[in-house]
């Protein structure tokens, strides 16, 4: 998010002189000063922005129009008309040099009249769109959890559920058990008591704790306090007392207000709710069993957990007795007597047990629905969900039960070489699955699960367990025929194997996203990174888990691609590779699902081989991958065979494999290939050859185009001769730079003529300079004087090919040595001449960017140039296509037919986005799009491209 430093700075000046003279002494000055500074930042920052009027004054036109339509339209039917009606029809009529009486004139006085309405409709559409499109780009920049979270669903579900009854339910949470538990009664399930080791855990020091403030997460939602993160980094005079008065608060000298211990709960609907619990709550505020891997840092959590799932069923050949356990309400039950006694008998500094003990204690929290306020509850047992230290608490209540479990009960496991992984349970949170060779030992677990259940306030959710014994059938569902369980978001079979309508899940959920973003209005960088980020990213997770083979993700990497080619984001003429490579190396930057899966894989194969010395956990599910010749254990030798790679296959070494491999796929076709060979010329630099795509506010759509465009599909093999010179083949190349019409047509378009001079300097485009003697170059593109500095600045643009990039450049550096020579002197300023030329498909040398440096021209600009390069060459390449001239060639005839058709189809989707014919005397401009399905197929007559509106680009 973009903020003022200056008047950010401003502010914290300001902090730090009022707390010079008034130290905050608690938390509640501190509080309210920042209170005061996040204000203080929204108020200078605020602008005042006055209501337009453009749109109701249009829709008064519009209304004013209609009315006179209305009224030539009575008069035309011979309609009765007031005196009034007629004089006012006559003056209307008048206006128009056209006579009221007139039948013909009366027509076409309503046809003008009906032209202007439709113009100015279209330019309430264009903006209406416009607006759209910043608001689109906008949240997806500033709030993109949000924009995720609204896409494709209501933006607020609707209910009919009442405050009472939503207060009657939640009234009833988190209070004190109806039974009354002493500590002692837990001692069958907690830790041995350990006395204090003698090098206790210090308080952090004051270094630590501001590198603690500096890694907050900046705009996470805020508490009751409605403080954000990023205003207590900035505060920086306010750190030092911060740090005192949470040691004084967690040392027991100062007991805060109560405030500090209140929480705000969110009543998030599950689907569309119709009774009070149907609602989630979420509030915003080392010493464990091996079993449990939720919140465990240095593994892969649930998958890991869900490898271990698989590799222990497998080894046992999917026969074991097994029950999957759901607690009820599990964060919302947990004793607090018995969450306290876990974490006395923790060997925690004794100031992190006494703050804990003193917050839970205090715990309240306001409870709201949307907007609204619920009622304020005290929370005298369960955990807050929602809070980053909830997770940690309930780990901490679950561990004594997996350590209980492992102590008595019989295990299941995996034979390694000389020792064995063996477990009798997996866990992850909450997510509890029993394992057992027989039933009686799955029937013991279960009734020492329920036992702790009960013993800490918890409580086994029959109806959403599962269970493959049919003894077990009062605990749980039994799970028949083609049912299955959820278990770590994979889906189980009754037998612990993954179903085959788990991948179906995953790969209809990546393209139903996809599907969903390219329905938005996000630019062509967004969309990309909502796609890479949203939708693909579903796949991260199940590789791995599911044994899929390579085809499998290639195959979705097409299923991709064809849902971007539906709606325009890819053409299917175009370069396909492309999609694939990073931005800066002229790609678009979509991630590939099959490179991906294979990064991934490399690097799970590489964590497990390395930790199976050290881990009996990963040495087990390695061992399992290897028996079975999975694709994880077979990865390295297929990476190798496939890439031709030699010696140790590292994941960058990969990277650059798959980076050479997408390459070479391009330079082997003969039209994609040749803007690739500037990638070999050493003057040539991709990387700003890149800009338009990195740094380009322009539609996806648009981009797809200028991509198409660059591939040079554009006439599908049927380029024939050239029509202006008669002597090439009509090719994008010749048409863009060859013809002299055509270099007018470049320079026209994206330069603007005019003079300016004032008492600083003078400003000349495209204008003849008067020296005293005869100069055969004396019309420089750009020519600037400064009089103040006496500096001259003469600026050549050029529009070429990649053949003549260098020689062109060279040649507009010095074209104008005489005439900068002659100035310096006329003048007795000093001269300087830069070139500032690319190719038509945007390619530019390495000098180029020191030019653009001198020029002062941002990045966000160069993107922009670049872009209007690209469309100007396409429109001038379109316009060919549409309008053409003699053509010998019967198939050429026949193209030039087909593209006429689609001039009528292009407008409708053209128009109010890209051009306006009306205004900016463009005239009709057609840009074909998509026209085969291989590389020399025929014309399609059914897609349309279009243009990167001027407004868009910038």
């Keep these: 998010m973009c903020f003022d430093i200056l008047r950010l700075d401003a502010v914290i000046k300001s902090v730090e002189i009022y707390v010079e003279k008034h130290p905050p002494s608690n938390m509640s000055d501190i509080a309210r000063i920042l209170q005061a500074t996040q204000i203080c930042y929204q108020e200078v920052t605020k602008k005042e922005v006055k209501p337009s009027v453009w749109k109701e004054s249009i829709l008064k036109k519009i209304e004013s129009i209609n009315a006179k339509v209305e009224l030539l339209s009575k008069v035309k039917n011979f309609g009765k008309l007031s005196a009034e009606e007629k004089a006012k029809a006559k003056k209307i009529m008048r206006e128009l040099n056209l006579k009221a009486c007139l039948h013909h004139d009366l027509s076409e006085a309503i046809a003008v009249f009906s032209e202007k309405i439709a113009v100015y409709t279209k330019k309430l559409e264009v903006s209406q769109k416009r607006r759209e499109y910043r608001q689109h780009n906008q949240s997806f920049e500033l709030y993109r959890s949000n924009f995720y979270r609204q896409l494709g669903e209501a933006q607020k579900v609707d209910h009919t559920v009442g405050k009472e009854e939503i207060k ?109 619990s149907d609602f989630r709550p979420i509030t915003c505020i080392g010493l464990l069993a091996e079993n449990q891997l939720g919140t465990v840092r240095l593994v892969q959590g649930a998958k890991e957990q869900a490898m271990l799932n698989i590799a222990i069923n497998k080894e046992n050949n999917n026969l074991l007795k097994t029950m999957w356990v759901d607690v009820k309400k599990a964060y ?44 304020e509850k005290k929370i005298e047992r369960g955990i807050l969900q929602g809070d980053s230290l909830s997770p940690l608490l309930f780990v901490l209540c679950m561990d004594p039960l997996s350590r209980k479990l492992n102590l008595k009960y019989p295990k299941v496991g995996v034979r390694l070489d000389n020792q064995s992984f063996v477990t009798n349970h997996l866990l992850f949170i909450d997510d509890l699955k029993l394992l057992a060779e027989n039933q009686d030992d799955l029937k013991s677990m279960i009734e020492e699960t329920k036992n702790f259940f009960k013993t800490v306030g918890l409580e086994v959710n029959r109806e959403k367990s599962a269970t493959n014994c049919i003894g077990c059938e009062e605990d749980a569902v039994i799970l028949e025929g083609s049912q299955g369980y959820k278990y770590l978001g994979i889906t189980e079979d009754s037998s612990s194997v993954i179903k085959i309508e788990t991948f179906t899940k995953v790969k209809t959920e990546i393209l139903r996203r996809v599907e969903s973003l390219c329905m938005t209005k996000l630019n062509g960088v967004n969309m990309i990174r909502a796609i890479n980020e949203h939708a693909i990213s579903v796949i991260n997770y199940h590789v791995g888990l599911l044994k899929l083979e390579p085809e499998e993700y290639k195959k979705l990497d097409f299923e991709i691609r064809q849902v971007l080619i539906k709606h325009h984001i890819h053409l299917q003429p175009a370069c396909k590779e492309r999609l694939y490579l990073p931005r800066s190396e002229m790609g678009r930057g979509l991630a590939c699902v099959e490179h991906r899966s294979e990064n991934m894989l490399l690097n799970m194969y590489n964590s497990l ?17 290897e028996d079975n010749k999975s694709h994880l254990s077979q990865i390295v030798g297929y990476l190798m065979t496939k890439y031709k790679l030699a010696g140790i296959v590292t994941p960058k070494v990969l990277i650059v494999a798959q980076f050479e491999m997408l390459n070479n796929e391009i330079k082997k076709r003969t039209n994609h290939g040749k803007l690739f060979k500037a990638r070999d010329h050493e003057l040539v630099s991709i990387r700003d050859s890149s800009t338009w795509l990195m740094k380009g506010n322009n539609q996806a759509r648009s981009k797809a185009t200028y991509c198409f465009l660059q591939d040079r599909k554009i006439f599908c093999g049927q380029e024939g001769q050239c029509p202006h010179c008669r002597s090439h083949r009509k090719t994008v190349d010749h048409l863009a730079t060859s013809v002299i019409e055509f270099k007018c047509i470049h320079l026209l378009l994206c330069k603007k003529y005019e003079v300016m ?40 643009v050029g529009i070429t090919n990649q053949d003549l990039l260098i020689i062109v450049e060279n040649e507009k550096l010095r074209k104008y040595d005489i005439l900068a020579n002659e100035l310096g002197l006329i003048y007795k300023s000093k001269t300087k001449i830069i070139p500032y030329v690319m190719t038509w498909d945007g390619v530019v040398t390495t000098y180029h960017k020191r030019y653009i440096k001198e020029l002062g021209i941002q990045p966000s600009l ?24 003699d053509q010998s060639d019967a198939r050429e005839e026949e193209v030039e037919r087909q593209v006429e058709k689609l001039v009528e189809s292009n407008f409708k989707y053209v128009e109010g986005i890209t051009m306006d014919p009306i205004n900016n005397n463009r ?27 001027e407004h868009e680009a910038s």
């Design 168 to 276: 009657s339910f939640w009234f009833t949470m988190w209070n004190k058990p109806d039974y009354t538990n002493e500590s002692n009664s837990f001692s069958v399930y907690l830790l041995d008591y350990l006395p204090e080791s003698e090098e206790q855990i210090i308080f952090p020091t004051y270094t630590e704790f501001q590198d603690i403030i500096k890694y907050l997460p900046n705009w996470k939602a805020a508490g009751c306090d409605g403080i954000y993160n990023f205003f207590i980094k900035k505060c920086v005079p306010l750190h030092p007392f911060l740090y005192s008065s949470i040691k004084e608060v967690c040392f027991g000298g100062k007991t805060p207000e109560s405030w500090f211990y209140k929480g705000i709960t969110y009543l998030i609907p599950k689907g569309t709710p119709t009774r009070g």
């Design 332 to 375: 919302d039950s947990v004793d607090h007597i018995y969450l306290l006694s876990c974490i006395e008998r923790l060997m925690l500094p004794r100031w992190i047990v006494e703050f804990l003990q003193a917050t839970v204690k205090q715990w309240h929290i306001e409870i709201r629905s949307g907007s609204e306020m619920i009622l």
């Design 609 to 625: 081989s390395a930790a199976r010395n050290s881990s009996l956990r990963r040495a087990a599910i390695l061992k399992v991958e």
């Design 757 to 796: 001079s004032n008492d600083n300097a003078e400003i000349r485009v495209d204008t003849r300079i008067s020296t005293d003697i005869k100069i055969n170059h004396n019309k420089p593109d750009i020519f600037v004087l400064d009089k103040k500095n006496k500096e001259i600045l003469i600026v050549e």
């Design 862 to 885: 160069e993107a922009y140039i670049q872009s209007v390069v690209l469309k100007k060459t396409l429109e001038s390449i379109s316009l060919e296509r549409r309008r053409g001239h």
């Design 923 to 949: 005239g009709d401009i057609l840009n074909p799009e998509d026209l085969t399905d291989s590389n020399t197929g025929e014309v399609k007559n059914s897609h349309i491209i279009s243009s990167v509106p």
